[in-house]
């Protein structure tokens, strides 16, 4: 195997984005974003119309599942496209 410089890349690595490009592709998914917003929205809102403390409650799980399905599927996506 050729030694090569640390900052030289092989040609498959060249191929993956760095850091940064990973994670505006990562954040580009715009309808994995609306979906979490709608749900997390829609559970805020039948909690107020509802108006009690397990409806509050419930819209609190459910916002705190919603953001976590979606940090995760962010989180995925980044390590899928990022060269580390």
Do not use: Q
């Amino acid at each position: 195997m050729p030694d090569r410089s640390p900052t030289e890349r092989s040609p498959s690595e060249r191929d993956r984005p760095t850091g940064r490009e990973a994670l505006r592709g990562a954040l580009a998914d715009w309808p994995r974003h609306g979906a979490a917003l709608v749900v997390a929205l829609s559970a805020v809102a039948v909690a107020l119309l509802v108006d009690t403390p397990s409806a509050r409650y419930g819209a609190g799980l459910i916002v705190f599942s919603v953001w976590m399905a979606w940090f995760v599927l962010t989180a995925i996506a980044f390590v899928e496209r990022a060269r580390f």
